[in-house]
């Protein structure tokens, strides 16, 4: 094994924190990973990793070295691209929020992996907050404000969101007129992901925002969940108009509250703030953005 491919395999040994887990990913023998990292420990007479029966991560000097493979890899890769007019090549792993997964990104995925038919996809789903080195992910898709982290966040779209109720839950409750008068109505109950608590409506009345928790008859933590349960008439939600516009078409659910608008919800790519982005990944970014700036 020559020398930037041990860097390579090291690398992914300090992301993955397991040898087994590289060893995977790299397509290698275990035992060749494990000797490819004794070998760079022996040839730069330095301890790389700490390592336990459950447990492995870098030293001082190995996480010292660790940056530097980045920045290496990455140049050479970059340079090899651009030198032979190659396109870039390999696996590229990325986590997406489910809904924008199916409406925005595999729709139009086919003219992504035409373009670049190198690139091996590998596409998991979640809204979590995920160790992206820890994990072996590249980049992440999600929806709403991202938490303070050491990513860096893109910003690649903002969604409009429209306050929906049922044609029989509007004839039972009747429909309302201004948020300040919503007495005797009910909302369906959505729990956050991020903090366990129930998100209330939120209205933008003039200058201020408003927000109201209403009575829940049921409250849930899944989007389908959600959309079901409004067109069973059981309360008021909020969501994306894209994500509902089909049932605002076919009338099972119907707009309301319409002159009091909520925050748009930004969506957004994020990525290591510490690490040089691969070409793979690079295009990748940039496809995706172009996707929602021409469909929101």
Aim: charged share 25%.
């Amino acid at each position: 094994m020559d020398r930037f491919d041990a860097m390579r395999v090291f690398s992914r040994v300090v992301e993955r924190r397991s040898f087994t887990a590289a060893a995977e990913d790299t397509g290698l023998p275990r035992s060749t990973v494990t000797d490819a990292v004794k070998q760079l420990e022996a040839r730069l007479g330095v301890r790389l990793l700490q390592r336990t029966t459950r447990h492995v991560s870098p030293t001082l000097d190995g996480e010292a070295y660790y940056r530097r493979c980045l920045s290496i890899l990455a140049d050479i890769e970059e340079a090899e691209g651009a030198f032979a007019g190659a396109k870039p090549k390999g696996m590229l792993r990325v986590d997406v929020h489910g809904t924008l997964a199916r409406h925005f990104v595999l729709p139009n995925l086919p003219s992504f992996l035409e373009t670049y038919p190198d690139i091996e996809l590998f596409m998991s789903e979640g809204d979590r907050l995920v160790d992206l080195v820890r994990e072996g992910i590249d980049c992440v898709l999600r929806v709403g404000t991202p938490a303070d982290s050491d990513m860096i966040a893109r910003r690649v779209a903002m969604l409009e969101e429209i306050t929906l109720a049922s044609p029989a839950y509007l004839e039972t409750y009747g429909t309302p007129e201004h948020p300040d008068r919503l007495d005797g109505h009910r909302m369906v109950g959505f729990h956050s992901s991020a903090s366990g608590a129930l998100v209330p409506l939120e209205f933008i009345v003039g200058k201020d925002v408003r927000n109201v928790v209403l009575p829940t008859t049921i409250s849930v933590n899944a989007a389908e969940s959600f959309h079901a349960a409004a067109r069973l008439g059981l309360g008021i939600i909020q969501v994306p108009r894209y994500h509902a516009q089909r049932y605002v078409d076919s009338g099972e659910l119907v707009p309301i509250l319409q002159d009091f608008p909520l925050t748009p919800t930004p969506v957004s790519l994020l990525y290591p703030r510490n690490r040089q982005l691969s070409p793979r990944v690079r295009v990748f970014i940039d496809w995706l953005t172009k996707v929602f700036a021409t469909q929101t």
